[in-house]
């Protein structure tokens, strides 16, 4: 499924939906270059769970827990990692395989970890049609 938002309350408001609809278990890997929309993206799937607390790029910290939704929402952002093994060091499986939904920033940069089945969303500018223009595929 692919979708065009022309602003970045557009691109808030389909991630809001997905989170109304997501399902505990889901992974949601999210790609696209940096300042393309995924923390905003991130940040309405986040409201459609019930998150109502600030929701930020974990960058640094890689991992950042929300459990004030109706799900529990591991956010990562995986940018900063230099080997896929380091995810060990977090215990990314409890995660990925628990009862909460995972959204994961930059998820390419360690797809060997990534379980088949996972839902992947390319965040896409085109300059082009506008300054916030975003084609996002939903895979």
Not at 20 to 28: C, D, K, R, V
Not at 40 to 57: I, K, M
Not at 74 to 83: A, E, K, L, M, P
Request: hydrophobic fraction near 35%.
């Amino acid at each position: 499924m692919e979708k065009e938002t022309w602003s970045p309350e557009e691109t808030f408001a389909l991630g809001k939906k997905l989170g109304e609809e997501a399902a505990p278990g889901e992974i949601f890997c999210l790609d696209g270059d940096l300042g393309v929309g995924k923390t905003v993206f991130t940040q309405g799937f986040a409201a459609g769970l019930g998150v109502t607390e600030p929701v930020n790029s974990p960058t640094f910290t890689i991992l950042q827990i929300y459990e004030e939704g109706r799900l529990p929402l591991y956010h990562f952002d995986v940018y900063r990692i230099g080997d896929p093994e380091e995810m060990d060091e977090i215990g990314y499986e409890e995660y990925f395989f628990g009862d909460g939904v995972c959204l994961i920033e930059w998820a390419s940069l360690i797809g060997e970890l990534i379980p088949e089945g996972a839902r992947r969303v390319l965040i896409e500018k085109d300059e082009n049609k506008g300054f916030d223009y975003r084609r996002i595929t939903l895979k």
